[in-house]
């Protein structure tokens, strides 16, 4: 307020009415004066004409010693004995003055000698807004649990301003946001006593704090205001379920890898905190006992590690049920599904089974004769598992794929001669196509069977023999001898002797 103190006179005679009254104590003359001045006035600023509002010829002021009469030190006004005017003398501040009270006045008492006249002139100090409303602190902290419903209410500190009624704190307001409304409440005449409200449920994962600034307004024009900063920080409670960081764990596992090895790892993560964002990893509540001898799930990594034996040929797959939890008071927990594809290493040789097989083999048999039939089979699969077979020997004997799998026919592939060779001994390899190969043998033997396929032969022919004359009639004349390499009756000779005719003359 920066106005002349002539002028702030001048303007306040307007609003506050004066007055002045005689009173009459004993024999002296006692008048009242009323001003009112506004606090903060500039020092030397008049409050008012005294010679001239009691009717005193100011020329007569300094004769008659015209004073105020007082004990302070320091007083706020002085009388000028020239011009009979009540100046300012020092800042006047009303809240020191007065405190709160409503109406700030203060009483001089005013002596002029010869004769003795009192007057007391009454000086209002009218209240200016001149403070601001200030908060006890600068920041006030609140907690407050995510779980909290709205409707919630939280007391905040009120504001003080020192200055009087309308100039004394007039309304609150709330800077914007989502979650918080205010709340005020009269007490009494002159206590406004502001509240949050919460409106809108709070989240600490979504925002863990809330920064709010409450402001005070007093009723001045322009108004003055003061504020504090509402820090509130939201606690957890346990309402996020942990959460995979992928949808789908699978992972590639050799078939024998030895126990210990990595087959995966998972992962989860909860937004809570602390505790309620722990996560604990275990199986699934429902998971085999077996399943549960070969793997393991370290509860504190996710790492899924083998513990016994994987055989693919056993199982080429694994669902294995996971679940993470946290460490909630009522902890909350996710279920997953992990799968294991076992790769198939060559750990199986194939393996060579006779289904059929037959004695012997007539020589005389067609080119591709069957003389055994073979199935082979290997546990392995993909390359490991595909095999190919042959025999090991150069032998008139082939191996034939047959129409179902794994089944092969062994046949002849040339023309058989008993006489030539009447026993093989095959051996089939079977051979797988890993890396490295497995192979397996077995040894077939197979006897080739005569057919009449030889005509007997003589030693000689034609056999030039003489006998001598007188020969003995008992002895003989000489012997013929034929041979047939085929076997047993086919082999066997009858000889005759026949004349040119053919006609059999004798026979043995
Ligand atoms: C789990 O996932 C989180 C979030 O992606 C990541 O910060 C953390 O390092 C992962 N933990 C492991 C053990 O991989």
Redesign the pocket.
Known sequence: MEQSGRHAWVERRRCVAYMVALVMFWSEAAAQIRYSISEEVKEGSVVGNIAKDLGIDKVTLKEREYRIVGTSTEPLFHLNQDDGILYVSRKVDREEICERSNACIINLKTVLENPLEIHYVAIEVLDVNDHSPVFPEKEKRLEIFESTLPGARFQLQTARDPDGSQFSVQQYKLSHNDHFRLEVKERGEDRKMPFLVLQKQLDREAMREHRLLLTAVDGGKPARSGTIEILIEVLDVNDNWPVF?QDVYSAVLNENAPPGTLAI?V???DLDEGANGEIVYSFGKEVDVNLQKLFYIDSK??EIKVTGEIDFEENQNYEIDIQASDKGTVPLSTDKTVIIKIIDLNDNAPEIEVTSFSKSVPEDCRTGTTVALISVNDLDSGPNGKVSCFIREAVPFAISPSLQDNMYAIVTKSLLDREEKSFYGLTVVAKDTGEPSLSSEKTIAVVVSDVNDNRPQFSLSPYTFYITENNDLAAPLFSVRASDPDDGDNAHIVYHICSLTGDVLLKR
């Open positions: 960081t790892q992962n989860a993560t990594t996710g």
